[in-house]
C-alpha cells in the first residue's frame, strides 16, 4: 500500500492505493491544525492503512525552479521522515491541482463542495504520476 499526501498551508489531501497497488483512490482532505498535530496524524493514517511508502507532492514552478512553497513543504516532509520508518519520497505536483480542479468544474460541482475535495483528488493524482512513473 501506498499512500500519497497533496501538503497545502490549510489543507492535506490524501489518497492511496488500492489493494493490488494499480489504482490511486483519493481517501480524505485533512483540514491542518498544527505542524506537529498535522504531522502526527498523516503518520499514524499512513501506519494504520500499513503503508510501505509515502508520495508527497513537491510543489515547483511551472519551469521546474523551487518557490516559496517547495520551502514550506520540504520542512514538513522533513520532519515526517524524521517521525516513521516508512520511506517518504517526493513527486512533482506541477499541474495536479489544476487537473483537479478541471475535473471538479466540468463535474459542475459547487466552490464550496469543491473545497472539501479537490485536495484529495490533487493526491491521487499525485499517487497516479509515481504510479506510472514505476510500474513493474
Known amino acids: 500500500m501506498i499512500v500519497a499526501f497533496d501538503i497545502g498551508d490549510k489543507r492535506i489531501g490524501v ?3 488500492d489493494e493490488l497497488g494499480i489504482m490511486a483512490l483519493p481517501v480524505e482532505t485533512y483540514f491542518r491544525k498544527n505542524t506537529a498535530e ?8 499512513a501506519e ?17 525552479s523551487e518557490s516559496v512553497q517547495t520551502g514550506k513543504t520540504q520542512k ?5 521522515r524524521k517521525e516513521t520508518a516508512i520511506p517518504v519520497v517526493t513527486e512533482d505536483e506541477r499541474f495536479t491541482t489544476m487537473e483537479a480542479r478541471r475535473l471538479l ?8 463542495k469543491r ?16 504510479l506510472q512513473k514505476h510500474k513493474k
Do not use: H
Open 48 to 64: 494504520r492503512k500499513k503503508a510501505d511508502l509515502i508520495v508527497c507532492g513537491m510543489p515547483v514552478n511551472f519551469d521546474g
Open 15 to 17: 489518497a492511496a492505493t
Open 76 to 80: 514538513f516532509i522533513d520532519l515526517l
Open 105 to 112: 468544474l466540468e463535474a459542475d460541482m459547487r466552490r464550496d
Open 38 to 45: 498535522d504531522v502526527k496524524y498523516l503518520v499514524s493514517l
Open 115 to 130: 473545497k472539501q475535495v479537490i485536495d484529495k483528488i490533487a493526491a491521487s493524482y499525485i499517487l497516479e504520476g509515481y
